[in-house]
């Protein structure tokens, strides 16, 4: 097994009760949904993180250069009737 630690938080009693029906709802528990719901939200943040850090480097000027660069080479095409707004 894992090495885990147990962390106590306070909830908000509305908070808590979406959580234990969600869980319910999911079939697993409040910690496991907890869990997956933390670690998803984290890795979104630091995601984030990551690409602002390497964005805050960079001059937007170049990076627009290449981004119309690398569109340039998609082929024009007709855009299909179902597909049109």
């Known amino acids: 097994m894992s090495d885990t630690r147990v962390v106590t938080i306070r909830l908000p009693k509305d908070l808590k009760r979406r959580l234990e029906r969600e869980a319910k709802y999911q079939g697993v528990s409040i910690n496991q949904l907890t869990n997956y719901l933390l670690n998803s939200q984290l890795t979104q ?37 179902w597909d049109k707004i």
């Open 45 to 81: 943040l630091e995601s984030v993180s990551i690409l602002e850090s390497r964005l805050s480097k960079k001059s937007v000027n170049n990076l627009k250069k290449k981004a119309r660069k690398i569109l340039s080479k998609v082929p024009s095409r007709e855009v299909p009737r």
